[in-house]
């Protein structure tokens, strides 16, 4: 059964800093590229980052030089570092696993940036 439980979601100020993490069991983790999804009211989800099994990155314009991905082969795991966090970086945020023609979803969680 394969599972992407995220975490580390939750109200932080104009300026502040949260780091997101997505666990992945069953699938081979190594295999896949990982990303993660936002998804504000009202608006389309976007992809905000992106790493390939190998190790590249890709970040949505809106997020370069702010987030940063990275992944952990040994624990299975995804993370965003997020900084200097915006208002319009409001929204839920979902991790992604893809690999040839599987693709996973997590269940979401959500990053509110308000004072």
């Known amino acids: 059964q394969v599972q992407l439980v995220e975490s580390g979601g939750g109200l932080v100020q104009p300026g502040g800093s949260l780091r997101l993490s997505c666990a992945a069991s069953g699938i081979g983790f190594r295999r896949y590229g990982m990303g993660w999804y936002r998804q504000a009211p009202g608006k389309q989800r976007e992809l905000v980052a992106g790493?390939?099994?190998?190790?590249?990155?890709n970040y949505a314009d809106s997020v370069k030089g702010r987030f940063t991905i990275s992944r952990d082969k040994v624990n299975n795991t995804v993370y965003l570092q997020m900084n200097s966090l915006k208002p319009e970086d409001t929204a839920v945020y979902y991790c992604?696993?893809?690999?040839?023609?599987?693709?996973?979803w997590g269940q979401g969680t959500q990053v509110t940036v308000s004072s």
């Open positions: 992604n696993a893809g690999w040839s023609t599987y693709t996973y």
């Open positions: 790493i390939t099994s190998g190790g590249s990155t």
